[in-house]
């Protein structure tokens, strides 16, 4: 069964409905299921937790109108993957190249925490992303979230593949999985990531996996 994205999706009630409530208190936000980011069969997927109050959800993009993607598009930008350092809007110019970003969950979660159930119900269409990468494609998960949604879309188990910033996982078809702490506003303002920290990342998943143009 395949799991296509689906901006009209109403799976999880209880996001359905904080959606409905956020969408009647801003009613210029997108308040739907953002889709995913960037080219369809890149050699690079990111996944990230889900989308922000005032960011994807207010914008439509993954990443875009908030603190959180700040340090993730300057960063793709550095190392080849984007056009432009910066994302402030779904129509302001911005490529990605042989990349793509996505959420563990489409939708914006009540204080920015999926329910475990939410997790699950919303993985076939991370599965289905996953899917269609070409063997040997690098996948980074953002936080342990999305590394559980990434074992989960692939049927791994969790306690053999742990979650460690850096970190770097050997999967099936030749997928390597890359771990770093989400690029949040708590976590790049309390230090727990660093550009820096960022940015070695990167030259892992650099060194292997090169943009195609």
């Avoid at 990111?46 to 960011?55: D, E, Q, R, S």
């Avoid at 269409?125 to 342990?144: H, M, N, P, Q, T």
């Amino acid at each position: 069964m395949t799991a296509t994205f689906r901006s009209d999706c109403v799976l999880c009630p209880r996001l359905a409905r904080f959606l409905s409530v956020v969408a009647h208190e801003n009613p210029d936000y997108h308040c739907k299921p953002v889709a995913p980011f960037g080219e369809a069969e890149p050699s690079l997927l990111i996944v990230g937790l889900a989308p922000g109050m005032h960011g994807a959800n207010r914008t439509g993009r993954p990443f875009t109108g908030d603190h959180a993607g700040i340090l993730l598009y300057e960063t793709l930008h550095r190392f080849g993957f984007a056009n432009r350092a910066v994302s402030s809007s779904a129509g302001d110019g911005l490529e990605l190249r042989d990349c793509r970003i996505t959420n563990a969950v489409k939708c914006l979660p009540p204080g920015n925490k999926p329910a475990p159930a939410e997790i699950r119900r919303c993985n076939p269409y991370l599965r289905d992303e996953i899917g269609a990468l070409a063997d040997g494609a690098a996948i980074l998960a953002l936080g342990v979230v999305a590394h559980g949604a990434v074992l989960m879309a692939l049927g791994i188990k969790r306690s053999s593949c742990l979650f460690r910033h850096g970190a770097r996982h050997e999967l099936l078809r030749g997928f390597a999985l890359y771990d770093s702490y989400h690029c949040s506003r708590y976590n790049t303002q309390t230090r727990r990531l660093t550009p820096v920290m960022f940015r070695r990342v990167f030259e892992s998943i650099r060194a292997t996996h090169r943009p195609s143009r």
